[in-house]
Structures are given as structure tokens and as C-alpha cells.
């Protein structure tokens, strides 16, 4: 068992979960969705690209696609969430809660298909 | 210069459609790709430090999330995530605003100082490891090859694959750059390739510094790549020349190689590889001497004809016969000595090794010490040559000997580059420099076959031929060395010319350099040789006929050389000179020219 790939499929799979449960709820309702979990999933996201740095091969470089497409769709989810809570006039309105989850909803499309290389690369070298 | 050596360039690249195509391929699966850019290369080493930079965000902001506070009327507040990340923001890079949007209670102040320590560990490690990746030796070292083997991936004309930037490697970099023609060098010391990178060159030389033993710096370095001429290999090290003429033979069988060598063992070993042309410096000069003994003329003829382009001529006295003193007996005094007996001369040889103390024949002692030197009767003899592998001792050799002797021929063999001034100064009838003899060799090998096979034929004349020959040159092109250039009357190299046979109508040499008309002084060019279907006649009078496909070895200065190619090149001088009329070059006056030509005809 190599530590490394232990770490690495834990953040990948955390980030996915985190997603999938920040994302699930009633689309325009504030009550269904936690700030504290889409940060956390956010700062996952962002541990998890760091680790796929540097990896040469072909998939590590779809790996570090995927993680920079959910890093960039989260944030833009915490940007609007910032703006809704601080900047907006309304305040958080169902529009902006929508807005905010679906981007996050797309974030999670990218962790799963993360989670699907990574499980590919598992099935494919299960002998290492 | 460039249009010159073009067909030369082109014989070297010679090859159909498929074959080039299949050569691209070959080097599409053999060169190492630059696997990754230096962006990666740092975002690879960087990952702990950011990892932890990342983590250390969300704990600090995190918590000033959970922390309860009051607002600016004391009622419960708490700061949400975007002013959390607001206020780390601004703190942990240390430029800090203040307490905002309210001012902090305790316990708030508590998390932010464990946190501004926190972020500027954070910071600091980060920072570090940046800047200590870009001190990195290695790094450096990795950035510096992904640009050279982007620098040699790029390369679109031809090239020459320099493994080893020594004495002779330095040489051939630079004369090569004189004509235009680009090299690309592996060195395995970073000094000489810094050098490189501060040399005065037009066409700058990709270097890597990198052992070129290892076939996969070759390849970065381009050995498959479609361009490459010619692979030199000119090493300090035999065993490294072997092993560059090994991977050149197996990986890219189609291309030249030379190789310098000192051992006779690595040269056979070299010659199981391939067709490499071997270059022994010694061997080679004890032909050089033998020669200059035998047929001075020659000899000088051939000097004359190998330096480098455009320096001045030299003035060298014949070589006497007569007792030769050989002061030292390793591997250059040995050869010398045997190719000296094999001329007929008597040879002494001083040598101060204990090695030598069992051949009767060699006088034991250092050639620097007077009494060792009277041993060896200096004054009845008619040259030295000082050959050991210290140039200090070799000057103070010199120095002795012509004290004892003011007539002696004067050989001494310079090794080191940085004593250059002093060989020159001292007044040597002949310096070897054993890297200028590699250099020369394969100078005119590369850059000129046709010279090269010349040079061949000139042994197998006699000294009235070679002194004639001198006589002519000397007249053509004054006290400088002349200029030599092959040139080959076919459609790529001699438009003017084919389209002048297409016509019907014929060419002699004496023609071609005009001077039987009153309308143009014949041209400062000798021509040296006519290569016909692989026949070669030298020095072909002015009434031997030239026909289209004909190779042409030429010698003169710029001017003469400006002249011929312009007559081969366009119509325009040529027709004045082979003809004696100007006909108007640009394309309106040709027409002009031609409806004139056709009324006359008419009327």
C-alpha cells in the first residue's frame, strides 16, 4: 500500500463528497445549503490540485484539468455567495442561492469525473 | 558565402521524399521530448510548501468564522467567510488595514495573532523553497536543457552535432560559423558552455552541458533530427568519442561522423561502427612532416590550402634532412621519431622518463638542461622537435636549443590554448597544435569534399606542379590565403549557366574567366579541379570544355569568387561576361530589349 496514492484518492473522493453534499437540496433555498461545507470544498479542491502537480502522464494531466475546472466553478460559487451576502442590495435572493449551486452543481461534475480517472487508473494498474 | 556551401549542404541531405519522411518519424519516436516546461517543473516542488499555505488559509479563516464577535453597537456578529478571508488576506501578507469591519473582541484577538504567526511561517516556507528552487543548481540545470532541446527541436536548417567544446571543438564552432553554417554543441563541463554563450558567433550554438556518452543527451542535442549534417565527436576522452561514434552509427546510421583519437586500439573500434572518419592529430602530422621532408612544395601547398579562410600566408622554411633531436618520447615524440626513420633521418631522442632508460638509443635526461642537451650535439644537428605534454618545457626547450644552435627547424608542440601568444612570439618554424591539425582535417572534410579530394590528388604530383601551382595562387590572391569554394554547373546552383546550355552553346574554364576579350580582364581564379561523373582532371587549361553537371573546385579571393558566382547565378552578368554584352537586368528593360530585338529582326 503507497501512502501517496492513499492521500491522493482520499482528497479526490473528499472534495467529490464535500461537493455532491453542499449541492444536493432544494436549488433556491438558503436553508439547504451550508457556506462552511462549500468552503470546505473549495479548500479540498484546492489541496486536491496541488497534489496532481506535476504528475507527467497523460491522465495526471486530465487529473489536473478536472481539479482546476471544479476550483474555478467553486469559487466562482463562494464569489457569488460573497457578493449575495455583502454586496447585494436584496441580499441573498433565491436567483443568487440558484446561481451559487448550480455553479457548484457543475464543480461536481469535474470531481466526478475525477473520481471516475481515478478510478479507471485504479482498475487499469491494480497489480502495482 | 551561404549560397556556396548550399550544395554541399544540400549533397548532405540528399534524399527523396520518403526517406526524409522516414527520417522525421524515426526522430518523432527517438528524440526525449522536453516532458515538461519549467512552470511544472517548479509547481512539482512547490506542492508541500502550498499545501500547507492552503491549509493554514482555512484554518485562520475558519476559525475567525466560528469565533463569535460583537458589531459596532455590541450585539452578537459573526464575520462571515468573505470578510474572514478579507481580513486574512491583508494580515497574513502582512499589510494589515486594521480590525474590520468592527473592532475584535478577546477572543478574536487571540485566533488572529496564533494566525498572522501561522500565515507567516506559511509565507516564509513558501517564499523559501521559491527562491531556493531558482538558486537550485539542479533546477537551473533542468530549465536550461528544456531549452536546449526546444532550441534544437526548432532548428530548421542544417546543423552540426559538436560533442566536445575543446580546443578543436572551438575551432570548427567558429569557422563553420565563418560560412554561415550552425553547430550544436554537448560539453560536459558548464565553464565551456558558458564560454560558448559568450562567444562571438552570427549564428548562436544551442549548448547543453551534459556527458555526451549518454545517447540520450545526443538525441536531445539532435542526433535524429532531419537537419543534422554531421556528427563530430572531439571529446578529450577516447572511450567518450567511441561512444558518441557508436550511438551516431546506431541511431542515425545516414550521417557522417568524425571522430578524434589518440589510441589506435579506439580507433579500430571505431571502425566497427559505421564509417567514421578517424582523426589521429599525431598520425596525421607525422604524415604533415613526412611530407613537408619529402616534397616541400607539396607540403606547403597543402598548409596553404587547409588554414582557416582569409588569415595571411604563411611563410615556412622547407623542412632540412639531416639528424633530427626528438626531446621527449611519448605517445607524439614515438611517432614522430618512427615517421622520421621511415624518411631516411637520423634521430636522437632525449627522454626523461625512467621508461626510456632501457633503449640504448635514447639519451636520458630532461631536453631543458644544457648538459643533456650537449649530449645530443645539437650543433650538428638540423631540427628539433620538442614534443613532450608540458608546454613549459617545451618553450624552454626551444629556448635552449636555439642557443646552441641558431639554424635549427624549430618544431613544438603546443598544448595548452592559454600559451598560444608565447608559441607565437618564441618563433617556431611549425607549431603543432593538435587541435588546430583535428580542426583543418575536418574543415575541409566537411565543409569542402571537393577540396579534400584535391588535396589527395596534389601528394601524387611532383614539387615543379606544386610549385607552379603556388606561384599562380600567390598571383591570384596576394599574401592572404586563398579562398576555396567548389562549385557545381547544374539548375540549383548555375541557373544562368543551364539556361546558357540549354541553348546549345558551350563553355570553356578559359571562357568562364574570360580575359581573351577587350571587354572584361580576366578574373583572379584558378581553377583547380574538374569533376566529371566522378573523373577528375587538375588544373584544367583554358581550352578543356565544361558541360552542365561538372563540379568545379575554384580558388581566389572575394572578389573573383563574387564574379563567378554572379556569371553562374544570373543571366545578365553572365552574357557580359561570356559575351561582352549588357543586357538589361530588370525584367521591364528585358522586355523593351526583346521587342527591340524582334523589330530588327523584322525589319
Redesign the interface.
Known sequence: MNLEKVVFGFFILLAATLNFGFVIGDIDNPEHHNEFELFAAVVVSLIATVLKFGDRTQIGAVHLATSLVADLQLIAAAVVWAYAANASVSGMTPHLMSSIVSLAAGALFANVVSVVLLVAETVSFHRR | MASLLAGFWQRLQRGNGRESARRRERHARLAPAA??SGL??V?????AP??AL??I??VS??GL?LIPGVDGDGRPWRM????AFYFMSYTATTIGFGELPHAFTDAQRMWVTFSIYLTVVGWAWAIGTLFALLQDRGFRRALATIRFARRVRSLREPFVLVAGYGQAGRRLVYWLDLLGRRSVVVDVAQERVDDLELAPLALAAPALAADARDPDSLLMAGLVHPMCAAVLALTDDDEANLAVAMAAALLRPDVRVFAQSLSASVRDRMQLFGKPTVIDPFDRFGDYLRSGLRAPEAFRLIEWMTGPPGSTLPRLRDAPRGRWVVCGHGRFGRHVAADLRAEGMEVTVIEPGAGAADDPGIIVGSGTEREVLARARLETAVGLIAATDNDTSNLSMIAAARAANRELYLIARQNERSSRRLFRSIGLDFALIPAEVVAREIFSDLTNPALYRFLGLVRTQDEAWAEDLLARLQHVSGDRLPLLWSARLDKATAPALAAWFAEGRSLSVGALLGGRSRHHARLPVVVLMRVRAGEAVLLPGDFVDLVPGDELLLAGQGEGRRAITAILAAESPRDHALLGVDRPAGWLWRRMARNREAQDAAG
Open positions: 516532458r515538461e511544472f517543473l509547481l512539482r516542488r512547490m506542492r502550498l499545501i492552503i491549509v488559509y482555512a479563516v475558519l468564522t462571515g467567510f468573505f470578510h
